[in-house]
Structures are given as structure tokens and as C-alpha cells.
């Protein structure tokens, strides 16, 4: 890594954050003292707005970074992730996106409240989405403190440790200071610079081959050692019963998961109406393709040009494929094209992971106070009051994930982010597809299917080969793996659903038919939603 690499990188950072704070500090001017400025920035952003501030929030640098060092390495098994994460967003358009806007006001529990007894159900609701966005901010920080560092060509201890501390920061300011509108209009500049960067790549990669994407695919796999095999399926799920069970856990979770991270849900409040949210989520889905597709070009480019060796020597986990692909097709080390290409990389590397944090942790300092907060006060809460202790919250959840974010900088992240979809689609997904369909849906039941989705999620993570009983395990020294697999989702999706329903047939309590059909009409029509 040469000094203009560095100085390049840190000037275009520097740029991106006082773009950013600027943002922050023109944001906190304007009104900002109502909850629902706050929390979902007035509803007045556009669909177009709201649909490229999902994209923004969705689009993390595990997508970026991590599918395409996956593909370089695996080929079509790592394709099989792009596939996954966008096949989701089927299952937000048509399932939850209007429903929710509809229901719900500004968190997940709004939405389950509506027609249960709202103190039980918003602590349970408010505890799986929080620890879904610490599961979910965690891997951004322990990521951000490597691949910043990394890509700044600071390995030692301490550059990975300021760099989590000044991402933790950056976060609780944005946060605090701007709330929504804030962190909006950060993910929507996140999301222009990142598209850009991928299509500047995505064409340079093209041009090399001359636009013949055969040619491109049939060099990846004369490169990878692999041959035929390399554009097959097996080369990284292959194999034993343990193996293909982990990958139809890996897609169960990445399915279905995306439609109970609190941080997407909150996305649908920003916008006036549900036709809006509708929209918001077209826009959303043909960004998000529109870059999938294009992470695709980069993986097997980098296979072909770069190699999956020399990216294998560079970061096991293939991380640092798309900055290695940078250098190259700008003209390799040295190169002022490849200086200019490889800070470029570096500096949207770093405005997706500070714009994907800002979405998580607004997330969670509102399910905080809106729910935890507001159910444990027993009485009702002024906003303005609520506000602030959302602001404390961000405050609060910056310091633990930086807490946790410098002690786990040495370890995986791929689990966290596994875990975090894991623990959405176990806990948060069964109690809201059962509150917006089930006539006869009751509060055990909701509180049952949270709880009977997260303790198992967390519990099989904790016993699985992630956490001890292999070399590549958290704890390597350790062994009390009792469950095979390394993602809980083939299990603890289905007990979700199962805790949800058996709470419902136990319940002594009868469901609110009135409520039902309130909930029911509003969801489907709109009529009285916030």
C-alpha cells in the first residue's frame, strides 16, 4: 500500500464526512422536536427519496465487498448470496410493505399492539428488535474497524480500535443531532456514490473483455483452478448432509429475514401513504438488482483479472477482492489510475458502512424508547420526553457497540450478520405475519412466537461450530458444539412460528374481533393510518 493510497482515501473520506455532518447540522435546524420528525423524518419523503434511502440502508458493505470476494473465490456458490438477498425484497413488496405502513406508526410493535395488550408485546417486540440492530451494528463496526484500516494500510491494533471508536462516534451524532431526515438523506448519498463506483467498475470489467461476458466467465474459471467446477454449484456447499443444510439455513434466513430487520421496517414510515411505501419499495428493488447483478460482474472479474489466489493472500474471506479488481483496472500498483480507483473503492466502503450503521442504530434507540421506554413507565409518555430518551438511547447503543465492537475486532463477522437475519426471521417475522393474517391471533401468542424464535436462534448460534469446536471457531480452544450447522434458521424459523401458534391454541384469552376487522381494513385500505 503506497503513501498516495492513503492520503487519497483519507482526503475523500474527510470529504464524505463533512458532506455528512453538514447534512447532520443543516437537518438539526429545522423542526425536530415532534416524534414523528424524529422517528420517520415528518413522512414527508418521496417514494424515488425513500426508495433510494432503502437501497442505501440495505446495500452494507458486506454486499459490496463480501458477495464479491465470495463469487471470486466460489463462483456459483457465492452468486447464490446475490440471489438470496434480492429474492427477499419479493417478500417485503408483497407481503409487508404496505400492510405495515399502514398498521404501524413507527416501530414493529406498533404494528403487533394494535390489536393485543400493548405492554407485554412491545417489551417482547422491543427486545428482539434491539438485539437484531446490536447483532446487526456489531458486524459493522468489527467490519469497519478491519476493512477501514485494511484498506488504509493500517493492520496494528490501535488504527483497528480509532477506527471503530470514530465510526461509533460519527453514528451517535448523526443520530442524536438529525434523527430520520438525517440519516435519510445520508443513505441516499451513500447510495448515489456507491452505484456510481459499481458501475464505473462494472464497465471497466466489461471493457476488458470486450463486452463478451462468456469470454469473462470462461477466464474466471481458467484462473480459479477449479475449471468447469467453478461455474457449477458444490464447490462450497457441496459435499455431506451438514453442508446443504447450512445453505438452505443461510437462504431460509436471508429470505425471509429482511422482512423483520427493524431498520427496513422503519423505512416504510417515512413516507405519507402506502401506495408511497409500495412504490418506495419498487424504486428499492430495482436499484438493489440493478447492483446484485452488478456485484456478479465484479466477483468473476476478479477471479479472472485479479485471482482468486492472490485475493485469498490478501483476505481469506476474499473481502478485499473489488479494491485488488480496483488496482488492477486502473492500471496496478503505483499507477495514478489505480491510486485514484482503489481510494474511490475505499472511500464508498466507508460511507456504506457509516450510512448502514446510522439506519440500525436509529432503528434501535427508537424501539427503546418508543416501546421498552414507554411500556415500563406504565403511563402514558409525553413525545417530546420520548424523544429525548431516544436520543440518550442512540447515545447508549453507540457505547455498547463500540464496547463490543473493540472486543470482538479479532473475530468472524459472517456470523453476526447470519445471526442478525437468524434472529429477524425467527422472532420478528412469525408475529407479524400471524398479527396482520390470524383472525384469532392472541397476546400469549405474539409474546410466544418473539421469544420462542429468538431464545432459539441465540441458544443453537451459541452451540453450533461457529463458537467452539473447530479451528475456524470463535473459541477454537473450546468445545461444547452440540448443534452441526452453523446458521439456526432451518430450526428456529419454523419454532417461531410453531411458539406462535401453540401460544395462540393455549391462550384462555379471547381475540378482539372488533380490533381484528379495525386492524384488517385499516391495513388493506389505509383508513385511520397515522
Known amino acids: 500500500m503506497t503513501g498516495d493510497h492513503q492520503t487519497l482515501a483519507l482526503a475523500l473520506f474527510s470529504a464524505f464526512i463533512a458532506v455528512t455532518l453538514g447534512i447532520t447540522t443543516w437537518v438539526s435546524r429545522d423542526r ?33 465487498l463480501g458477495i464479491s470476494g465470495l463469487i471470486a473465490l466460489f463462483g456459483y456458490d457465492g452468486l447464490l448470496y446475490s440471489v438470496g438477498f434480492l429474492v427477499a425484497w419479493l417478500v417485503v413488496l408483497f407481503l409487508v410493505a404496505e400492510l405495515v405502513r399502514n398498521c404501524g406508526r413507527f416501530t414493529l410493535a406498533d404494528v403487533v399492539a394494535a ?99 462468456d469470454r469473462l466467465l470462461t477466464a474466471a474459471a481458467e484462473r480459479s483452478g477449479h475449471g468447469a467446477a467453478f461455474l457449477a454449484p458444490g464447490l462450497k456447499y457441496g459435499g455431506g448432509w451438514t453442508a446443504r443444510c447450512d445453505f438452505m439455513s443461510l437462504g431460509l434466513a436471508l429470505v425471509l429475514g429482511t422482512a423483520g430487520l427493524p431498520h427496513i421496517l422503519s423505512r416504510f414510515y417515512t413516507v405519507p401513504t402506502a401506495r408511497a411505501a409500495r412504490r418506495s419499495v419498487i424504486w428499492s428493488i430495482g436499484l438493489i438488482g440493478g447492483f446484485y447483478l452488478m456485484t456478479i460482474v465484479l466477483g468473476f472479474g476478479a477471479a479472472a483479472i485479479v485471482g482468486p489466489d492472490a485475493v485469498r493472500a490478501s483476505n481469506a474471506a476474499g473481502n478485499t477482492a473489488v479494491p485488488l479488481l480496483a488496482l488492477d483496472l486502473g492500471g496496478g500498483a503505483g499507477s495514478t489510475g489505480g491510486t485514484v480507483l482503489f481510494a474511490v473503492v475505499a472511500a464508498v466502503a466507508f460511507a456504506t458502512i457509516l450510512a448502514v450503521v446510522a439506519g440500525i442504530t436509529l432503528a434501535s434507540s427508537a424501539s427503546v424508547a418508543h416501546d421498552l421506554y414507554a411500556s415500563l413507565r406504565r403511563r402514558h409518555t409525553d413525545p417530546r420526553a420520548e424523544v429525548a430518551v431516544a436520543r440518550f438511547a442512540a447515545v447508549g447503543v453507540g457505547a455498547v457497540a463500540i464496547g463490543l465492537g473493540l472486543l470482538a475486532r479479532d473475530l468472524n463477522v459472517a456470523f453476526l450478520v447470519g445471526l442478525a437475519f437468524a434472529v429477524a426471521a425467527s422472532a420478528n417475522l412469525p408475529v407479524l405475519l400471524y398479527s396482520l393474517f390470524w383472525r384469532n391471533f392472541t397476546t400469549r401468542g405474539a409474546v410466544w412466537a418473539v421469544y420462542g424464535g429468538l431464545v432459539p436462534a441465540v441458544a443453537l448460534v451459541v452451540l453450533s461450530p461457529v463458537v467452539s469446536g473447530s479451528p475456524e471457531s470463535l473459541f477454537p480452544a473450546a468445545d461444547f458444539q452440540v448443534f452441526p450447522l452453523q446458521n439456526p434458521g432451518l430450526v428456529s424459523i419454523p419454532l417461531g412460528f410453531l411458539a406462535g401458534w401453540l401460544g395462540t391454541l393455549t391462550s384462555g384469552e379471547r381475540p378482539d374481533e372488533a380490533k381484528h376487522a379495525e386492524t384488517e381494513v385499516r391495513s388493506l385500505t389505509g383508513a385511520g393510518a397515522a
Not at 422536536?33 to 437501497?55: C, D, H, K, Q, W
Open 115 to 213: 390489536r393485543m395488550r400493548e405492554r407485554p408485546v412491545r417489551i417482547a417486540a422491543g427486545t428482539s428488535s434491539v438485539t437484531v440492530s446490536v447483532l446487526y451494528l456489531v458486524a459493522q463496526m468489527v467490519g469497519a474497524g478491519s476493512l477501514v484500516a485494511l484498506l488504509l494500510g493500517q493492520s496494528g491494533e490501535a488504527a483497528r480500535a480509532w477506527t471503530v471508536i470514530g465510526v461509533g462516534a460519527l453514528m451517535v451524532i448523526y443520530v442524536s443531532l438529525g434523527g430520520m431526515r438525517a440519516t435519510t438523506w445520508i443513505q441516499i448519498v451513500k447510495a448515489v456514490l456507491l452505484l456510481g463506483g459499481t458501475i464505473a467498475l462494472t464497465v471497466l470489467v466489461l471493457l476488458r473483455f470486450h463486452g463478451d461476458f
Open 32 to 64: 425536530h422536536g415532534s416524534a414523528e420528525e424524529f422517528y420517520v423524518g415528518g413522512r414527508l419523503f418521496s417514494p424515488m427519496e425513500n426508495g433510494f434511502a432503502i437501497a442505501g440502508d440495505y446495500m452494507s458493505a458486506a454486499s459490496f
